[in-house]
Nanobody, 128 residues
Framework: QVQVVESGGRSVQAGGSLRLSCVVS????????VGWFRQAPGKEREGVAA????????YYVDSVKGRFTISQDSVKNTVYLQMNSLKPEDTAMYYC?????????????????????WGQGTQVTVSS
């Protein structure tokens, strides 16, 4: 079965940077979609970024465009989320998701229910 493990979350000052990693094991890297989501207390889980593993097309929620970058390393079976210029409102538990139903992202940022397998989450806390 596909396994997803996130890492890299920590506490950081506003304006700082973090890089989250998502290792996806036993996964068909070609022609698929991997996404990053986040959930803050009292809020719904929202999609942050996603990448088509075959074409490397990327998708972002408006609030992180220009600050976050999603990328992949197929050799390491890893998807990264580089987060720059972090803001307190970025504070959340960040989750990586794989095994999107239908394979590719589909030309848009996918929704939570479109993914079958999730990691345990990694906490990102941005202080002012």
């Amino acid at each position: 079965q596909v396994q997803v493990v996130e890492s890299g979350g920590r506490s950081v000052q506003a304006g700082g940077s973090l890089r989250l990693s998502c290792v996806v094991s036993r996964y068909n890297w070609r022609s698929n979609c991997v996404g990053w989501f986040r959930q803050a207390p009292g809020k719904e889980r929202e999609g942050v970024a996603a990448i088509d593993t075959g074409s490397s097309n990327t998708y972002y929620v408006d609030s992180v465009k220009g600050r976050f970058t999603i990328s992949q390393d197929s050799v390491k079976n890893t998807v990264y989320l580089q987060m720059n210029s972090l803001k307190p409102e970025d504070t959340a538990m960040y989750y990586c998701a794989a095994e999107k139903y239908g394979g590719i992202c589909g030309g848009r940022l996918p929704r939570e229910y479109e993914f079958n397998t999730w990691g345990q989450g990694t906490q990102v806390t941005v202080s002012s």
